[in-house]
């Protein structure tokens, strides 16, 4: 049971909107703990996508974007592309039980 | 360019003790950052080891404290992960990165671990 909630899959058709939602609690998100999401493509190590809550590394499309609200936070992909397939996860900070680096259990984008 | 690189044993037996190491290029740990593993059991999510700072100090994952142990040596300029008494619930794709401004921007290419007799 992962500390922060991921739906276990979406889908969406070339072009599409999609989003991820990443739930929390006060502890972690509702603490004001930024949020970052990763995409792993299969056999590979993660890489960031967002960080601190809607920040783009630099050669990550704008096609990405994230935002945060309350105890929740949101992965929006628009324009989806065949090489979006993949699985996404959210991680947050988590102040409860001196816990620290939390994820989420992961999303997996298949794109129709 | 930051680079990491896992290294250490593909088979554990059961009740051994898994030894991973991730070297660092292209930036000296002892110059800062957190520094940490992550595993990811086959065909499921990402869960954290733990972090070490370059000074050493270091924070656990509280549901695998009891059996972790992770070191720096910054003369190598590298760090380590000690796992006693593994089971197969321990097999995994073990990873190492960099905590910077929370998240992990540098990962290492991930190392399997099995655990079997």
């Known amino acids: 049971q992962s500390v922060l909630t991921q739906p276990p899959s979406v889908s969406g058709a070339p072009g599409q909107r999609v989003t991820i939602s990443c739930t929390g609690t006060?502890?972690?998100?509702?603490?004001?703990?930024?949020v970052h999401w990763y995409q792993q493509l299969p056999g590979t190590a993660p890489k960031v996508l967002i960080y601190?809550?809607?920040n783009r590394p630099s050669g990550v499309p704008d096609r990405f974007s994230g935002s945060k609200s309350g105890t929740s936070a949101s992965l929006a992909i628009t324009g989806l592309q065949a090489e979006d397939e993949a699985d996404y996860y959210c991680?947050?900070?988590?102040?409860?039980?001196?816990?620290?680096?939390?994820f989420g259990g992961g999303t997996k984008l298949t794109v129709l | 360019q930051v680079q990491l690189q896992e290294s250490g044993p593909g088979l554990v037996k059961p009740s051994e003790t898994l030894s991973l190491t991730c070297a660092v290029s292209?930036?000296?740990?002892?110059?800062?950052?957190?520094w940490g593993w992550i595993r990811q059991p086959p065909g499921k999510g990402l869960e954290l080891i733990g972090n070490?700072?370059?000074?050493?100090?270091?924070y656990y994952n509280p549901s695998l404290k009891s059996r972790v142990t992770i070191s720096v040596d910054t003369s190598k300029n590298q760090f380590s992960l000690k796992l006693t008494s593994v089971t197969a619930a321990d097999t995994a794709v073990y990873y190492c990165a960099r905590l910077q401004d929370g998240h992990y921007l540098h990962w290492g290419q991930g190392t399997l671990v099995t655990v079997s007799s």
């Open positions: 006060r502890s972690n998100i509702g603490a004001g703990s930024d």
């Open positions: 292209g930036y000296s740990i002892s110059s800062g950052y957190y």
């Open positions: 070490i700072y370059h000074s050493g100090s270091t």
């Open positions: 601190g809550n809607s």
């Open positions: 991680q947050s900070f988590d102040s409860s039980l001196n816990a620290y680096v939390v």
